[in-house]
């Protein structure tokens, strides 16, 4: 039988047996873990699982209130049909093995042993796969979070849903004081562990809601920002939607935020509490919120949360996907490797004793556009990353970056076998030796990230005037040769992983082939460029 459930065409579902333990499992996320056959314009990143029914709590939005109405497995505007839980966990582990999903996202209603219930299937899952669990569980105490973080869980979200004391009064009744002190709490006692919720369209101002943000941020509290979305059946399913207008400022504060560009004591706020001004000037607003992502689904890293709050074809509050348009790049990963040997040379590496004519047996010879020393390719695996530096995907400072993007290094090597870990500033290392190496630079707001990771011994002959970095050969350690394409698999899976990203496969754009090519011509290939003795009016400070 065939129903429409707004997000996704639904084609039947098999009912679990009677007295069987179930969870909940959202229409999407069954589709990507194949439990069910599922048209979806965009699939979840993240396996939503749903833990209970008919919460204690009355929250006046809410499918799983006490007194609502809505349709039974329903929260917000999706579907969760139950499956068997055991079924559903297994599923969850096989899709995080095939790549399919970034996470586990347990949405936990306030039902009766919900805590003991949560924990139980944490471990389970915990048990059968490696893959990041995060909980949205309401929890009055610290022995609870705590408990929820040892037996597996990497970040605890405790919701709040509302910005405000009076508004939180008015949607969930009293306990704001208790709930935000435990949050607070939590933070400071596990910083970098905790979340929360946060809804706009409830009653607050956008000055309540920007407070609020930043409070957050303030404390290294994630945020998972949702616009109010009508259900059938709830208390409040004739209010209306936030303005669209006014969601987007929120959002636009909430990246500014995480962006450090700005902070909330710069907003200027009209005598109703709306943004007029962030501080910046409108083309400083325009450059960081240019490549869309302030207007993407905002939460833990991975977690897109499709159509949550909207149909497909309707207005889009959040976005699951990149904005990028067509002609707009975004961070993007390259996996590469040499069809002959070479060697590239850093940006401000002096090879002036070396002339084209005197290479060791002609071999090329080309100057990156990032720093550090000269590195032997042939018979290595490279890559890059290219990434606009207002994008909150990889921090601004430079050693923070090294280790975020060394860590999608280290975890495709753990993917091979190896036991792998970032060595700073640049390096990764594996049984106490260099086998990756990184170099950086920061031009036009824009970061270049490129990488060797050593697979085999280079059959290059080592110029005694030429600086190399030395990396040990994967081979050594493993005791034979990685098949290359393996290798680029693993590392492509190892950044989704560490990132937190979906990254799908690209062509380059004609207008970068052309670019590509006068660049070859007219600067790469070029004596002056490669064999330059001191580069005029380098930026030292950016280039690492």
């Known amino acids: 039988m065939l129903r429409d459930s707004g997000a996704v065409t639904v084609l039947g579902t098999p ?67 139950p499956y068997p839980t055991e079924q559903a966990l297994h599923a969850v582990a096989r899709g995080y093995t095939r790549g399919e999903i970034l ?9 009766p042993g919900y805590v003991s219930h949560t924990l139980s299937l944490v471990q389970r899952l915990h048990s059968l796969s490696p893959v990041p669990i995060c909980a949205s569980i309401a929890l009055s105490g610290l022995d609870d979070i705590r408990a929820l973080l040892q037996c597996g869980v990497e970040r605890v979200t405790l919701a709040m849903d509302a910005a405000c004391e009076r508004v939180y009064r008015q949607t969930k009744g009293n306990g704001w004081q208790q709930r935000l002190g435990v949050l607070r709490t939590a933070a400071r006692r596990f910083p970098g562990r905790i979340g929360t919720h946060l809804i706009a369209g409830l009653g607050e101002t956008e000055r309540e809601m920007s407070m609020m943000l930043q409070d957050m941020f303030d404390r290294q509290v994630s945020v998972g920002l949702f616009a109010f979305t009508p259900v059938p059946g709830t208390e409040w399913d004739k209010r209306p939607p936030p303005l669209l207008s006014s969601y987007r400022r929120i959002q636009a504060a909430h990246y500014l935020m995480l962006s450090e560009a700005c902070c909330v004591e710069d907003f200027e706020f009209s005598p109703q509490g709306q943004i007029v001004s962030y501080g910046l000037n409108l083309a400083e607003v325009g450059g960081l919120l240019g490549n869309g992502r302030a207007f993407q689904t905002a939460g833990c890293p991975g977690c897109n949360r499709p159509y ?51 290479q060791p047996g002609q071999v090329m010879c080309v100057r990156r556009l990032t720093g550090g020393t000269a590195c032997c390719h042939g018979t290595d695996l490279s890559y890059s990353l290219t990434v606009s530096m207002a994008d909150t995907l990889i921090p601004s400072n430079v050693l923070a970056s090294y280790e975020r993007i060394s860590a999608g290094v280290v975890e495709g090597l753990r993917l091979l076998g190896i036991d792998a870990r970032y060595a700073p500033p640049a390096d990764v290392r594996a049984n106490g030796q260099i086998v990756a190496t990184a170099a950086q630079a920061r031009r036009r707001g824009v970061l270049l990230h490129q990488g060797t990771i050593a697979l085999g011994h280079q059959n290059l002959e080592r110029n005694p005037v030429l ?21 680029a698999q693993a590392v492509a899976m190892g950044f989704r992983r560490a990132l937190g990203v979906d990254l799908s496969r690209s062509v380059l754009f004609a207008k970068e082939k052309r670019l590509a090519r006068q660049l070859l011509r007219g600067k790469y290939m070029q004596p002056e460029w490669t064999f330059r003795s001191r580069l005029e009016g380098a930026p030292r400070s950016e280039e690492s």
């Not at 069954?30 to 699939?43: F, G, I, M, S």
């Not at 996470?103 to 039902?111: A, H, L, P, T, Y």
Request: aromatic fraction near 8%.
């Open 15 to 81: 009912a679990p047996s009677a007295g069987e333990q179930t969870v909940g499992v959202s229409a999407g996320t069954a589709a990507v873990l194949n439990l069910r056959r599922v048209r979806q314009a965009d699939a979840p990143t993240t396996a939503y699982l749903m833990l209970g029914e008919h919460c204690c709590r009355d929250c006046t939005f809410c499918a799983q209130a006490r007194s609502s109405a809505a349709r039974a497995h329903f929260l917000s505007r999706i579907a969760w049909p």
């Open 308 to 358: 949550y709050n909207e149909r497909p074809g309707r207005v889009m509050y959040n976005y699951p996907r990149s904005l990028v348009g067509e002609q707009r790049v975004p961070p993007t990963v390259r996996i590469y490797h040499w069809d002959v040997p070479c060697y590239t040379v850093g940006y401000l590496q002096d090879i002036s004793q070396l002339t084209p004519g005197a």
């Open 467 to 487: 600086k190399c970095c030395t990396l040990t050969p994967l081979s050594d350690l493993v005791g034979g040769e990685i098949d290359i394409d393996d290798a």
């Open 103 to 111: 996470r586990c996202c347990f949405q936990v209603i306030m039902s």
